[in-house]
Nanobody, 127 residues
Framework: QVQLVESGGGLVQAGGSLRLSCAASGRTLNNYAVGWFRQAPGKEREFVATVNLNWSAGNTYYADSVKGRFTISRDNAGNTVYLQIRDLRPEDTAIYYC??????????????????WGQGTQVTVSS
């Protein structure tokens, strides 16, 4: 069982930046493909970004709506996966979830593709 914990959310003004973190309790995420999703009030959860088991920077994939503003990465030890968000907009307001699966070298963009989920971290962007 993998327990994921997100952190780094908060209230920020439009145009600002945040870095969200996703850590696995007691283990490294090196052997997991990791994705970020978000759920805005009244909306369905949507895919944001993912990095597959090849951890190089080129093995990342983003939803079109966030491409260019969001960057998914991991620390060198592989213990934490980050989602850097810049130029925040009010429409980015949502609960952000990280998810992991322990196999696969393709890009997983559906919720059903992931085995493990964190509890989420709230991001609120004021205009």
């Amino acid at each position: 069982q993998v327990q994921l914990v997100e952190s780094g959310g908060g209230l920020v003004q439009a145009g600002g930046s945040l870095r969200l973190s996703c850590a696995a309790s007691g283990r490294t995420l090196n052997n997991y493909a990791v994705g970020w999703f978000r759920q805005a009030p009244g909306k369905e959860r949507e895919f944001v970004a993912t990095v597959n088991l090849n951890w190089s920077a080129g093995n990342t994939y983003y939803a079109d709506s966030v491409k260019g503003r969001f960057t998914i990465s991991r620390d060198n030890a592989g213990n934490t996966v980050y989602l850097q968000i810049r130029d925040l907009r009010p429409e980015d307001t949502a609960i952000y979830y990280c998810a992991a699966r322990n196999s696969g070298y393709i890009f997983y963009t559906t919720q059903a593709s992931y085995n493990y989920w964190g509890q989420g971290t709230q991001v609120t962007v004021s205009s």
